[in-house]
């Protein structure tokens, strides 16, 4: 049977150090992707993620890093997060965040979608912030908070 993903690519213009340490280090997250996290992303750790927009706490779970190449991470029971970077010869990092997998079926094929946008905007949002220090995800989202 046919499996989902969710994927989504980027290049930035950095250096693969500071790409891969925008992405473990909460200090820079909270910039760009969440408001709160309870730690580095690290293999074997296990955090919480808390976004501006969403009142609850996300868990981060089976942490898997490869220094300036790979962060894993699981946050809910079917999918595992992976966050690939390749180092490009102009200085720059080529990012490849893949979100898999799920059963296909019309709920799953909604999450797809769904996520293959998010983590598009989650790429988007850190280019701007690590190459320009612009925040595109601050008020963006105010939408959707509940009331």
Same mark, same amino acid.
């Given at each position: 049977?046919?499996?989902?993903?969710?994927?989504?690519?980027? /290049?930035?213009?950095?250096?693969?150090?500071?790409?891969? !340490?925008?992405? @473990?280090?909460?200090?820079?997250?909270?910039?760009?992707?969440?408001?709160?996290?309870?730690? #580095?992303?690290?293999?074997?750790?296990?955090?919480? =993620?808390?976004?501006?927009?969403?009142?609850?706490?996300?868990?981060?779970?089976?942490? /898997?890093?490869?220094?300036?190449?790979?962060?894993?991470?699981? =946050?809910?029971?079917?999918?595992?997060?992976?966050?690939?970077?390749?180092?490009?010869?102009?200085?720059?990092? @080529?990012?490849?965040?893949?979100?898999?997998?799920? !059963?296909?079926? !019309?709920?799953?094929?909604? =999450?797809?979608?769904? $996520?293959? !946008?998010? =983590?598009? $905007?989650?790429?988007?949002?850190?280019?701007?912030?690590?190459?320009?220090?612009?925040?595109?995800?601050?008020?963006?989202?105010?939408?959707? #908070?509940?009331?």
């Amino acid at each position: 049977m046919m499996k989902l993903s969710a994927k989504a690519t980027i /290049q930035i213009q950095k250096p693969i150090e500071e790409v891969f !340490e925008g992405i @473990v280090n909460p200090d820079k997250m909270t910039h760009y992707f969440i408001s709160e996290s309870t730690g #580095r992303l690290e293999t074997g750790a296990e955090l919480s =993620w808390k976004f501006p927009e969403f009142p609850e706490r996300f868990p981060i779970k089976d942490i /898997q890093t490869e220094n300036n190449k790979l962060v894993s991470f699981v =946050w809910d029971n079917e999918t595992i997060v992976s966050i690939f970077l390749e180092a490009q010869p102009d200085q720059s990092t @080529v990012v490849k965040v893949s979100e898999s997998e799920k !059963e296909f079926n !019309e709920n799953n094929l909604k =999450w797809a979608l769904g $996520n293959t !946008e998010g =983590w598009a $905007n989650f790429l988007a949002c850190m280019k701007a912030y690590l190459e320009h220090g612009i925040e595109l995800r601050k008020g963006a989202f105010d939408f959707m #908070r509940k009331s």
